[in-house]
């Protein structure tokens, strides 16, 4: 099990969100999915991925 798998529906959209906004910004579009995304979060581990979502939270970046 990955830890993305722990996190709630609300984090893992918020989370999705600021790794499309910010490390995949100059991706080709048809690149940038959830499955991608997924893969990047996967990569950067939890404790970042842990800070990342707070960042999204204070900055009120949500998922549409």
């Known amino acids: 099990m990955t830890f993305i798998n722990t996190l709630s529906q609300q984090e893992r959209d918020t989370l999705r969100r600021v790794v499309k906004l910010t490390h995949m910004k100059h991706y ?3 690149f940038v999915n959830n499955y991608e995304t997924d893969k990047m979060i996967e990569a950067i581990g939890p404790e970042v991925a842990g800070r990342m979502i707070k960042v999204g939270i ?3 970046i949500m998922s549409k």
């Open 28 to 30: 080709p579009n048809d």
């Open 58 to 60: 204070d900055q009120n």
